[in-house]
């Protein structure tokens, strides 16, 4: 079936200006996850959710961070008054809900943000 | 919270030979730990994983070893190929449910 999809797959911004991520599960997919990925570093974990509520928002660096999710489908992540630092790799993964399995998480692609 | 360290940042490896990459964890509630492979410009792909309930697990060229004890896994991959160049992650989770803790990840370089 189709993997998590991922838009828009680039994003320019200027400094300032809000930004809206979206990403797709698998379908069927309860759990899902963003990543943040800056440049040549490893994946900082921002925020969970399960079905559309968000039991874990531990990794959003600052209020200017949020996210929902509808359903158990379509999640947007939105970045109010970008700064240069937010440029980075956005990443959604998502996973089912069950034992002996459910942890495996399985990536989009990522939108790639840059903030000038 | 956890803490993961992954060694080493860079490995260059001639075509056959077999490279290892090693990752240590802080958190001793973890009990799932996957691997995962970077394409340049791709999202992460998982290559193989390894719950804390089996010391070893293979996939053709690919073996992940666990050891609780010492709270370090491995990754070993054999006969290594030039498309196995690749950006490489370990990760720890406490399960279900659970966000991923990422090593910094390793640098894998296969030569002809």
């Known amino acids: 079936g189709a993997g998590v999809s991922q838009s828009p797959s680039n994003k320019v911004t200027e400094k300032g200006k809000d930004v809206e991520l979206r990403c797709d599960p698998i379908?069927?997919?309860?759990?899902l996850y963003w990543y943040r990925q800056r440049l040549g570093q490893g994946l900082e974990f921002l925020i969970y959710?399960?079905?559309?509520?968000?039991?874990?928002k531990s990794g959003l660096p600052s209020d200017r961070f949020s996210a929902e999710r509808t359903g158990e489908s379509v999640s947007t992540l939105t970045i109010q008054r970008t700064q240069q630092e937010d440029s980075a790799v956005y990443l959604c993964?998502?996973?089912?809900?069950?034992?002996?399995?459910?942890?495996?998480?399985?990536f989009g692609p990522g939108t790639r943000l840059l903030v000038l | 919270g956890e803490n993961v360290e992954q060694h080493p940042s860079t490995l260059s490896v001639q075509e056959g030979d077999s490279a290892v990459i090693k990752c240590t964890y802080s958190?001793?509630?973890?009990?799932?730990f996957p691997w995962y492979k970077q394409e340049l410009g791709k999202g992460p792909q998982l290559i193989i994983d390894?719950?804390?309930?089996?010391g070893e697990k293979k996939d053709q060229r690919i073996a992940v070893t666990l050891n609780k004890t010492a709270k370090h896994f491995s990754l070993h991959i054999t006969e290594t190929q030039p498309e196995d160049s690749a950006v490489y992650f370990c990760?720890?989770?406490?399960?279900?449910?659970?966000?991923?803790?990422f090593g910094t990840g390793t640098r894998l370089q296969v030569t002809l």
């Open positions: 993964a998502s996973s089912p809900w069950r034992t002996g399995g459910g942890e495996t998480q399985y």
């Open positions: 379908s069927g997919h309860t759990a």
């Open positions: 959710f399960q079905g559309n509520s968000a039991p874990d």
């Open positions: 958190d001793s509630a973890s009990n799932y």
């Open positions: 390894i719950r804390s309930n089996v």
């Open positions: 990760a720890a989770s406490t399960g279900t449910a659970s966000k991923l803790t």
